[in-house]
């Protein structure tokens, strides 16, 4: 059984940073790429950033790039984004997303992403 647990969620000001945590477990986590996605109440879930297994490719969508850095531990398998400056409209439910190293993965959050998390709640006040 795959579970994803996400973690580091919470209220921040705006200007702040965060940690945010994704542990999986059930998969060989080195066969993964994995992925952040986001989801604003009354939006579709978007990309946020993505890592591939070893962890040497990053992207990020336009909105985090320069503010969120992933990175992974595969011995804790685990994936990290660190957030800095968080803005206002960065709350959102935050969701890890793996992916098969060798499928079609990118920042949509399409099929290729196989597992999902349950996410967790970013709220940044103003």
Partial sequence: HVQGVESGGGLVQAGGSLRLYCTATGLTFDDYAMGWFLQAPGTERAGGTCINWVGRIT???????GRFIISRDNDKNTVYPQI??????DTAMYYCAAALSGSRWSLQPGSSWRYWGQGTQVTVSS
Avoid: C, N, Q
Wanted: net charge neutral; glycine share 0%; proline share 8%.
């Fill in 84 to 89: 800095y400056s968080l803005k206002p409209e």
């Fill in 59 to 65: 992207s990020y969508a336009d909105s985090v790039k």
